[in-house]
Structures are given as C-alpha cells and as structure tokens.
C-alpha cells in the first residue's frame, strides 16, 4: 500500500514533467502573454524581448487571425489546428497546436495551455505524397491519351482499308462491265463514307473535350438531368429507366458537361445492349453513391451483356459491336479520357447474356480543383471559404 505523498512532492513531479515534455507547452494569459512554458517551448520558440504568443510563435507584432487560444477563451472549449510559424533559429515551422483551458475565475477562463508539437516533416511528407500522387496521375492521363491515340490511329487505318477494298471492287466492276460487282463495290465504299461520318462527329466532341472545367456541382443531378433527357426515347423503344433513390451528396468539383457526356455514352450504349437481346422486359438502372470519399455513378442493363474477348477490347482499342455507321467505338474511349482527366477510372462487369454494369469512380482526394468562377449556389453553401491564420 502507498503512502499518501506531500502536496509539495506531487507538485515538485508535476513540474519536472511540465519542463521535461518532449512538446512545447505554454501558458497564457487573456492578454497572450506567455506567463509560463517549458525548457522545450523556450528552445524552439525563443526570441529576445518576446512576451507575447504570436511574438514567440510567428515573431509579429499583433495577434493571428487565426487564433486557438482565442477561441479557448470565448467557448471554453478544446481547439486544434495546424500553424505557420518561425523558430527560434528563423526556420519556418509548420506546428500542430492543441489549446484548452487551465485556469478559471469563477466560469470565466483565465488562462489557457497550449501544447505545440513540430509537424513541419509530417507535412512536407505529405507535400511531396501529393506531388507524386499528381504526377501518378499525369501519368495514367497521359497513358489513357497514348492509347486512345493508337486507337484513333487504327480505326482511320481500318477505314482506308475498307474504302480501298471497295474502290477495288468498284474498278474490277467497271472493268468486267459487271453491274453485280459495281454494286458490290459501291456499296462497300458507301458504308466506309458512313463510317467517316460518324467517326468526323464522334471525333470532333472528343476533341471538344481536351481540358476539363471543374465547378462544384451536385452528382445526383446530373444523373437525374440525363435520365429526365433519354427517359422518353427509352419508354418508345419499350425500355424501362429506373434511377434509383441514392444517398444526398456533397458536390464534386468535376466538369459537369464532360461528366454528361460521358453518362450519355453509357446510357446510349445500354440501350443497344437491350435493342439487341431477346428479353421481353428490358430494364436500364441509374445510380450514384458514395463510400470511403470515393464517388461511384452505376449504369446496369440487362441486354446482351459481353464476353471476355469483347470486354478486353472494349477499352483497349478503336472497338465497336454496332453495325458499320452506327458506331466508330469512339463513346468509350471518350469516357474513359475525361473520367482519366478527372483522376477517376471506369470498371465493367458483364457475361454474355446477362448484362452489364459500368461503374465511374470518382475518388474525392483525385478530383480536379474548382474553377475560380463561384455560382451563387456554391457561395450559399459556404464552399469558398478562405481561412487566414
């Protein structure tokens, strides 16, 4: 059993532990004057002729705008937040400071302590994390512009093969005066001109799409704005749309008119799927959540759905199963460019005769930074807020 101890012993090891915390401690006064603080707190933070917090801190003159033991003072409350500051040796310091109450006149706080942990590696790590995770992602951009590219390349290859084969054929015909084989050959050379034609719109709003324009919008939105725009189409071509009730997001800084696109390309791609089955009740399901910071918009159908071979090529080349002039394949590389461009990814899951399920993922930390154009939306909200310490 231990025996009771002296006031005096407690308080004499109180001290030694104050002085010896390997932190800076200090106590201050309503009128931030340091009345007290430990050996580490004087060696980190000394300045000749210093008294006051922010004099010791940051070596100004006047109080921070940003303030914990200010707002210690009028709560009462515990408050934490991550400083600037300069050393005692004119180093600059990034600090992590925790201020609470220490002393009270009556309900009053008379004094606050604050504790200030050096933060300045943990942050520069992080610094250079983001810098490496921005250059990661530049990379998977410009992976994602490489093989679209190479894809482009041999979709127009593919063309001229087809137009030279026809224009061939053609020849032969006028040769052999064959009216059987000039129709052959025309007809070859017509659903190439076709092909162009698709392939010149499609590819000019890939073009279109070079650079992406991020503001604050609200994810569910858009999702209602494309099924509220294909919703009629579909019910006359007797498929059913159904958008599911999804959780209330925050807005995601992405380029709203891309993030369109790009649900249009799927939505339009679901409904052939189910044009092209045997199913007697066809169905498209739209949806959007979010789980872990991450965004993810769902696009399931219950058409044709793809087998492997179809699926390694959905994204991997100029690939398209829509007859020649419906389609140049051009929809999926557009959408995987501007979900690439947004730091996201695109997943598929789909087995022949079951359907398909396209999924956009959008995690939160690899979105785009806001324009600086601010709608009265966003400013209602409160997302341009601007702190100053």
């Known amino acids: 059993m231990q025996s009771a101890r002296e006031p005096g012993e407690v308080e004499h090891e109180l001290r030694v532990l104050f002085d010896h915390v390997p932190c800076s401690l200090a106590v201050i006064d309503r009128d931030y004057n340091v009345v007290r603080s430990n050996a580490h707190f004087r060696q980190t933070f000394y300045r000749k002729g210093a008294t006051r917090c922010f004099e010791f801190y940051k070596g100004r003159g006047r109080s921070c705008k940003s303030c914990p033991a200010r707002e210690v003072f009028l709560d009462g409350a ?20 925790t201020a609470a109450p220490f002393d009270y006149t009556g309900a ?34 410009l992976a ?51 092909r162009i034609s698709s392939f ?35 019910d006359q071509a007797g498929i ?9 997001l925050e807005p995601m800084a992405v380029d709203p008119e891309g993030l369109h696109t790009c649900l249009t390309n799927l939505l339009s791609n679901a409904a052939d799927a189910c044009l092209a089955g045997e199913r007697k009740h066809r169905r498209i399901t739209l949806r959007c959540e979010e789980e872990d910071k991450i965004v993810r918009f769902f696009v399931k159908d219950n058409g044709v759905g793809m087998d492997a071979e179809v699926r390694r090529k959905a994204f991997t080349s100029f690939f398209s199963t829509k007859p020649v002039g419906k389609g ?21 899951s789909s087995a022949r005769g079951r359907g398909s399920t396209f999924v956009l993922v959008f995690p939160r930390a690899r979105l785009p930074v806001p324009t600086s154009e601010t709608t009265t939306e966003e400013r209602k909200v409160g997302l341009h807020e601007q702190h100053d310490q």
């Open 144 to 194: 994602v512009v490489g093989e679209t590219v190479a894809g482009l390349a041999h979709g127009m290859k593919n063309i001229l093969m087809g137009l030279e084969g026809g224009l061939f054929v053609f020849k032969d015909g006028l040769a052999k005066n064959n009216p059987e084989v000039l129709q052959r050959g025309w007809g070859m050379i017509e659903g190439n001109v076709a």
């Open 108 to 141: 009053q706080v008379r004094t606050v302590i604050e504790m200030a942990q050096d933060v300045t590696e943990v942050v520069e790590l992080r610094r250079r994390l983001e810098q490496v995770e921005k250059e990661k992602l530049e990379a998977e951009r």
């Open 78 to 97: 515990v408050h934490r937040e991550v400083q600037n500051g300069r050393g005692s040796r004119g180093q600059t310091l990034q600090y992590l400071v």
């Open 200 to 234: 010149a719109k499609e590819f000019l709003g890939f073009a279109r799409g070079a650079k992406a324009r991020a503001r604050l919008v609200d994810p569910n939105a858009i999702l209602e704005e494309v099924a509220a725009l294909y919703r009629p189409m579909l």
């Open 240 to 248: 059913a749309l159904q958008l599911e009730a999804g959780q209330v």
């Open 328 to 348: 140049t394949g051009l929809g999926l590389l557009t959408t995987r460019r501007i979900v690439a461009e947004h730091g996201g990814r695109v997943e598929v």
